[in-house]
């Protein structure tokens, strides 16, 4: 198991439980107690955890992982996700795209999509997410808006009011949005209160709001409401929904698509 690989496994495993110790990560991940007690020290250096006696333990109850190390969690079905998102886009339409790991995955989806291969442009896509704008930019078919603003180095998004500044000038055809928890009740939401303010302004400002979102995050509620689940048009998710929740969600007015 390569360096990154393990580290990405031991900030999974640090968030689903809290705590860990060495002699039980390195009985996880089948590799020595001093490899392990190496990664720890490393990772505490980049304030990535907090090294304790004999193990580690997270910064916080809210501690959010960046998304260098989110892209391995539930792979297959945020590609899934993304190519079913990506085909409930036309040519030549506005598309928003909000940061995240599965908003990731919709645009490399659109990327490969051949009916949007040639244009001027076949697409707009308007993104307050960095790295999807670099995945993009190469694309000359494609027309790429990066909005202004702060860039928060767990998710590579802008935020603040340079960011509102460009979002409030245009509008979008559909808006994709990236969440970490989405219920009936609490509608959408982000872990971070700038960046759920940007996606909420995204959504204001487009036709229609597909919210693209695995299964594990359905029915769960975070800190930052982005916006109701009346908001939103399309939930797009993977075929491990509870048909409880879908119908939940259908009775809120929100198509669902299990993928």
Known sequence: MSRDARWKALLELLVERGR??????????????????????QLAEQQMLVRTRGGAVVHGVSYE????????????????????????????EAVGLTGG??????????AVRGDLSSGSPSLTIVTNALN??????????????????????Q????????????????????AVLGVVAFDVTHGAAAHDEAEAAI???LCERAERVIV????????????????SAESVDTLVTDSAVAPETARRFEEAGVRVVAV
Do not use: M, W
């Open 132 to 153: 999807i704008a670099n995945e993009l930019a190469v694309r000359p078919q494609f027309k790429i808006v990066l909005t202004g603003g702060v860039a928060r180095p």
């Open 199 to 201: 996606n909420r302004l």
């Open 155 to 174: 998710s590579y998004e802008l935020v603040g009011p340079l960011a509102d500044g460009v979002l409030s000038q245009i509008t979008v055809d559909v």
């Open 212 to 227: 693209a979102a695995d299964s594990s995050k359905l029915g769960q509620r975070a800190f930052a409401r982005i916006c």
């Open 101 to 110: 790991t599965t908003t990731t995955e919709v645009a490399r989806a659109l």
């Open 20 to 41: 860990l110790d060495v002699e039980e990560a390195a009985a996880d991940l089948a590799v020595s107690a001093a490899t392990i007690r190496r990664d720890f020290d």
């Open 65 to 92: 992982l960046p998304l260098r190390y989110k892209t391995a969690r539930h792979a297959s079905e945020k590609q899934r996700i993304a190519k079913a998102v990506a085909e409930l886009v036309a040519p030549g």
